[in-house]
Structure formats: structure tokens, C-alpha cells
């Protein structure tokens, strides 16, 4: 035999088995190649979802903003307008203040649609989440720390700031000890 090694030939070598023993394994062996081929499909299908989702995602990131674009879009149209209707009737100032202030009317209303609101600052105590101080002034008026002015107004996106306001802050006055 160690010749035939030698020569590269192997023998194959032949089992007996009750006819029973050999359809249990011949049925596991077609269970298992069913189990594969499902695992195969399974998997190509799994691939496949997970492609699609990504092209959704994908395209869900591109035009997520297309309705909110389409009202700016409107309100474009009338700046537009308003601009127009000033430069044809120069004479007349009131309504082209008229014209934006409806425009402004009309921006905050969407605004409003979207979940944003203003954060309220003159006359508040000075929260660091929501304000941001540039100046600070010295009033014997107010208490410390209390906002004297908005010089830019902040802005909550569903109660999550999304731009702080930008406010000047009171401050103790310091006392002068002769």
C-alpha cells in the first residue's frame, strides 16, 4: 500500500451501513443543502435590503428640506414682488414697509409651522444654554446677570436651541470706596 502512496493513487474504501443508517444520512445530507441554499438566498436578500436602505437614506438626506424650500420659495416670490412694486411706486415708502412686513408675517408663520420659536430674552435671567453675552453693562436697576438687550435674536428648534440669542447682560456696579 505504501507503494501505492508512492504512486499517488489512493483508494477509496467502501463502508457498510443498514440501509436505514444510509437514508438518514442521505435525508440529512439533503437537509443540509437545502439549509445552505436558504442561507445563500437569505443572505443575497439581506444584501439587497440593506442597499435599498441605503438609497432611501440617501435620498431621504437629498430632499428632506424640499418642503420647507418650496415656502421659502414663496416668500421669495413675494420679496420679489415687493421690490418691484417699490421700484415702479418710489413715492410711496408705506407700502413697501406694508409689503415686508407681510412677508415677515408670512416667514414667521412658517416658522412657527416648522417648530421654531424665538427665545425670549430682554428682561430675563441670563441662561448660558440660550443666550450668549457679548457685552455686559453696569445698571444698579436691575439685578445681576439680567438681560438689558437683544442684539441678535436666538431661536428654538422643538424646545432644542438651535442659535442662541446674543444679548448684552446687567452686572453689579462696583462701588467706589474713598
Known sequence: MSQ????????EKEVVLKESEYLKLKEDADKAAEFADKILRLQADFENTRKRIERE?????????????????????????????A?????????????VEMILAH???MLKEYGVKPIEATGKIFDPHCH??????ANKDLP?????EELQKGYKLNDRVIRTAKVKVSKKVEEKNG
Do not use: C, S, W
Open 4 to 11: 501505492d502512496k508512492e504512486n499517488g493513487k489512493n483508494e
Open 57 to 85: 437614506k440617501q435620498d431621504f438626506v437629498k430632499f428632506a428640506n424640499e418642503g420647507i424650500i418650496l415656502e421659502l420659495l414663496n416668500i421669495l416670490d413675494d420679496l420679489e414682488r415687493t421690490v418691484n412694486l
Open 87 to 99: 421700484e415702479t411706486h418710489k413715492e410711496n415708502p408705506e407700502v413697501f414697509l406694508k409689503g
Open 107 to 109: 416667514l414667521y408663520e
Open 132 to 137: 450668549e453675552a457679548l457685552m455686559q453693562i
Open 144 to 148: 445681576e446677570h439680567t438681560i438689558v
